[in-house]
């Protein structure tokens, strides 16, 4: 693995897990408060996250060759991360009146996975680079200090500028996201072809996607051909989108609301219009 590769997915990793340690804070605020308590389950969550990714990475690119488990870890951790949302949403109203042991137990329940295994790519990447014997500590030491710099760019942007332009819930979408594609590019295949669907920007990979003459082809998802099939399973209890579901509003709110939406104000995700009746947000 090219050197600057193996930096970028070190500092990229490091930067997602404590990233997900701010907005975890905002994200819990709405069920325990925002207290030392929930700060204290927060950091003592990612903390423990992050032990036992080192640790079980390292063991399992002793056993297993890295250049196979870097991308589905990298993979798997942006999905994790993704899920924080919804999973800090579906549990948070049973947490309200639990106390302290709710507090950890919501903290634990979101983030603790999402840390572990992003955690583990460090170890991963470091096995990959130890070339010489002679140079172990130059190299251990590099990707430590890449790790623990890109853990701090990713305190200090989410903390005094994501969560302020983007807010809590979108932040974790664009954190997230890039991880699954650089997934996609460290596990393909020269000359092999990514299809990247849905919408929304992404960062530059041509780098990455040059030395392995890869081909990225990208377009809308194809609503038509899957509404009738979803509709279908929604009806029948075999799908529940309402997780998604932030904001209920009359026809008459559809303007501001879309307002919301385009800005990424008040953790607006996806809005229902109710035509019957004036719904409050």
Same mark, same amino acid.
């Given at each position: ?36 308590? &929930?700060?204290?389950?927060?950091? *003592?969550?990612?903390?423990? =996250?992050?032990? !036992? %990714?080192?640790?079980?990475? @390292?063991? +399992? ?77 130059? &190299?251990?030491?590099?990707?430590? *200090?890449?790790?623990?710099? =890109?853990?701090? !760019? %990713?305190?200090?942007?989410? @903390?005094? +500028? ?80 309402s997780f998604v579901v932030t904001h209920h509003v009359g026809l008459e709110d559809g303007p501001e609301m879309y307002k919301t939406f385009r800005d990424k104000e008040d953790g607006c995700i996806k809005v229902v219009l109710r035509p019957d009746q004036r719904v409050a947000s």
């Amino acid at each position: 693995m090219p050197a600057f590769l193996a930096a970028g997915l070190v500092f990229l990793c490091s930067a997602a897990v404590l990233m997900l340690e701010i907005l975890a804070g905002r994200l819990l605020a709405p069920y325990v408060g925002i207290s030392l308590e &929930t700060y204290t389950s927060v950091i *003592g969550t990612v903390l423990a =996250g992050i032990a !036992v %990714g080192a640790w079980g990475g @390292g063991k +399992l690119a002793d056993r297993i060759n890295p250049r196979r488990l870097l991308g589905p870890t990298v993979a798997l951790g942006g999905v994790l991360a993704l899920f924080t949302v919804p999973v800090v949403r579906g549990l948070g109203d049973q947490s309200t009146s639990g106390g302290r042991g709710a507090t950890v137990f919501l903290a634990f329940t979101g983030f603790f996975l999402p840390a572990v295994v992003l955690s583990a790519v460090t170890p991963m990447v470091v096995k990959l680079q130890l070339r010489d014997l002679h140079r172990t500590g130059g &190299t251990v030491g590099r990707l430590s *200090g890449i790790s623990t710099f =890109g853990a701090l !760019v %990713g305190t200090f942007i989410t @903390g005094f +500028l994501l969560v302020a332009t983007t807010g809590s819930a979108q932040t974790v979408w664009n954190v997230t996201a890039p991880n699954g594609i650089q997934a996609a590019i460290n596990a393909a295949s020269p000359g092999d072809v990514i299809v990247l669907t849905g919408s929304g920007g992404s960062p530059d990979y041509e780098p990455f996607t040059l030395n392995k003459g890869l081909t990225i082809r990208t377009g809308q998802t194809h609503v038509n051909r899957w509404t009738d099939d979803l509709l279908r399973r929604i009806e029948e209890g075999q799908i529940d989108p309402s997780f998604v579901v932030t904001h209920h509003v009359g026809l008459e709110d559809g303007p501001e609301m879309y307002k919301t939406f385009r800005d990424k104000e008040d953790g607006c995700i996806k809005v229902v219009l109710r035509p019957d009746q004036r719904v409050a947000s």
